[in-house]
């Protein structure tokens, strides 16, 4: 038996509570960093339940892939097998799961986004993140903190502790307007559920959980106006959003000088709104020619093809293929398991879900491929340039797959 006159019970218990807590975390999001031509490595971002937001690179992370080899993905369930990757730096993004991320431009100028529960959206400078040379625990510390870190009997580097309360700081910090109700009371801030860029018109769009989707002009917000421009009511909480900016010009819709954008919610309808006047101007209903008792499920993902003349939604087990020009269901799929992220890869379909394969289908629903994965139920796909694809899921979990379906790196996202 061991010495137990030194023993600490409030440490031990906080160290099976981050255990579990790491081995429950879930990628919700993750998504490809622009390439620098400075920095040849690929890099992953990667939003989680903890509220973090982290970028990986690809390159260091092989040695934090699957210690006895990658044959037994998709049958490992025991998380800590899985080495836990060192993260290029660790952003406390969010009070609750961290959603969404997305790059707002891609120069030397451009702006990391998330969005997560507490209905905020933030943003910080792309460049000051890659340059960011700041040891992890201080990255998000403000100046009391650091004081309260280190050991005040130590020789303090007085740089270091000022550096440390604002230099990875949010440039870009949005909240969620409020509704009042009766006596003036205010309803709880909104989740935010997904966001989207409009880079060339300086916009911002957030799906959010009171049923309406937000503009928020980008432009005038660094210019002092943080008010958002305009707001679109839908019937029930949404769920999926993008942004379209050459749908304008397919001559089926009338908009006015603004680019349209397509939301999924949890009524099961797809609506594309007028981002000028606010206005629905098409639904697609993908279950209303699907004969059901009742509506069997929510609008999960959606996604638009380079083009935009092709629009793939996931509700339930239901992968529908829309042609927008003529707003006519062109193919049907049904899959094993809830769809949760679909993505376009020139005239193939990505799908992940709640189980750990990624499949490939063509345009007529026929699967072409599917690849075993790490995470037990897949939430999130992001394609590189390149051809290499990265999920990420349960057990905070991100499998990197190349282009021939091998696994180059399997990792263990770092938490708070």
Known sequence: MGDATNWDEDAYRDTIL?????????????????????????????????????????????????PSGLSKIGHQKDFSSFLVAEPLCLLEGHDGPAYDVKFYGDGDDSLLLSCGDDGRIRGWRWQTILNSEMPIPFQALSVTDVFFFLDVSSVINPLLIAFA????????????????????ALSPVPENNAIAVDYQGGSLYAAVGDSCAYCWD????????WS????????????????CAKLKK????????????????????VRTWD??????IHIIEPEKDVKLNARSSWISCISLDASES?????????????NLPSSECFSRITTSSLIQDILFDENQI?????????????????????????????????????????????????????????????FRCKGH
Not at 233 to 238: C, E, P, S, V, W
Not at 252 to 265: D, E, N, R, V, Y
């Open 18 to 66: 981050k255990e579990r807590e790491l081995q429950s975390q879930t990628v919700f999001r993750t998504i490809f960093a622009p390439q620098n031509p400075q920095i040849p490595d690929i890099i992953v971002v990667v939003a989680s339940s903890d509220g973090s937001v982290a970028p990986y690179s690809i390159s260091s992370s092989l040695s934090s892939s699957y």
């Open 165 to 184: 309360g604002d230099y990875l700081k949010p440039v870009l910090d949005l909240t969620n307007p409020q509704h009042k109700g009766p006596w003036g």
């Open 218 to 225: 980008v432009v005038r917000m660094f210019q002092g106006n």
């Open 228 to 243: 958002n421009q305009n707001s679109f009511q839908g019937a029930l909480r949404l769920l999926a959003l993008c942004c």
């Open 250 to 269: 397919s001559g089926k819709f009338s908009f006015s000088s603004s680019f349209p954008i397509i939301t999924g919610s949890e009524d099961a309808t």
């Open 275 to 280: 981002c000028k006047s606010g206005k629905c």
């Open 310 to 322: 092709w629009l793939a939604c996931g509700n339930g087990r239901n992968l529908s293929l829309w």
């Open 350 to 410: 990505l799908a992940v879900g709640a189980e750990p394969v990624l499949t490939r289908f063509d345009m007529n629903g026929a699967a072409l491929s599917v690849i075993q994965c790490a995470p037990q139920s897949v939430f999130s796909i992001a394609l590189h340039t390149s051809g290499v694809t990265a999920v990420g899921g349960y057990g905070g979990l991100v499998d990197v797959i190349s282009p021939f379906g091998s696994h180059l790196s399997t």
